[in-house]
């Protein structure tokens, strides 16, 4: 199936590994001009040079710390100088601290707001603006907006926000022909789900391969999610195949949700 990607302009948040890059890569795969950014410069040079020797395709790499309009501001600029156009937007970041609620101080609560909800607020009213052909904006949150996880409620309450916004956005954009979307993730194999891991591990006293395991057995398909195998989803619903949906929520999570 051609989704129709060759040639777009496709930007990726927090993509020198991870959820984006495995975004990233599916999108350059299909022949995207893609602009990935990432806080750390040398992650993002080596993820661009990885992209473009895995790929072929064109590939644009900036620092950004997402937490900072006029650093996202950049980042887009620099992106239009380059081609144009933007088609596409993946908007994502690094999650919040886990604990719990009422431990969580003032300024860890607005940190979580500032990285998770002003964030999405922020890179898709950037970006907006230079869909002048349509285009297609997809937000990553997490399987928490549906089903709370423990202990990490900052996670919960900033991207419920995040699919308070698509929603919202989806009606208020459909007559620029961009649509607007959601992606959750289950269970997928990243740093960050092993960073999760370990602290679970050492919080249960039990070894990381335990936890593992645990969250494993509890899959329908019983095993952890590919960043390839998300890139894929988001590829798709980033491009013109899916060109008729719009507001809407994909989970990538195994069947990990039993929630109807």
């Not at 993509?15 to 893609?34: D, I, Q, R």
């Not at 080596?46 to 064109?58: F, I, N, R, S, Y």
């Not at 894929?232 to 195994?254: E, F, K, M, N």
Request: include cysteine; hydrophobic fraction near 45%.
């Amino acid at each position: 199936m051609d989704l129709g990607l060759k040639g777009k302009v496709a930007l990726v948040a927090a993509a020198s590994k991870g959820l984006g890059y495995g975004v990233a890569n599916a999108l350059a795969a299909e022949g995207a001009k893609v602009s990935i950014c990432s806080r750390d410069s040398a992650s993002v040079e080596a993820a661009v040079k990885q992209l473009q020797a895995d790929t072929g395709a064109e590939v644009i790499g900036t620092a950004c710390d997402v937490t900072r309009a006029d650093s996202i501001q950049a980042w887009i600029d620099g992106t239009v100088a380059q081609w144009g156009v933007i088609d596409a937007l993946l908007v994502n970041a690094g999650g919040p601290p886990g604990g719990l609620l009422l431990d969580m101080t003032e300024e860890q609560w607005q940190a979580a707001f500032e990285l998770t909800l002003m964030s999405s607020v922020r890179m898709i009213r950037a970006a907006v603006p230079h869909m002048t052909n349509g285009g297609s904006i997809l937000t990553v949150t997490s399987s928490s907006i549906k089903e709370p996880i423990e202990r990490l409620g900052l996670s919960t309450v900033m991207r419920s926000g995040v699919a308070g916004l698509v929603k919202t956005l989806a009606d208020e954009l459909a007559g620029k022909q961009i649509r607007v979307n959601n992606l959750i993730p289950g269970r997928i194999d990243t740093d960050r789900v092993a960073q999760l891991d370990h602290a679970t591990a050492k919080r249960q006293n039990i070894t990381v391969e335990e936890v593992r395991a645990q969250s494993a057995a509890k899959i329908p398909l019983k095993r952890l999610g590919t960043i390839h195998e998300f890139g894929s989803a988001a590829a798709y619903l980033l491009s013109p195949a899916a060109q008729y949906i719009t507001g809407a929520t994909l989970r990538v999570d195994g069947g990990a949700m039993r929630s109807i």
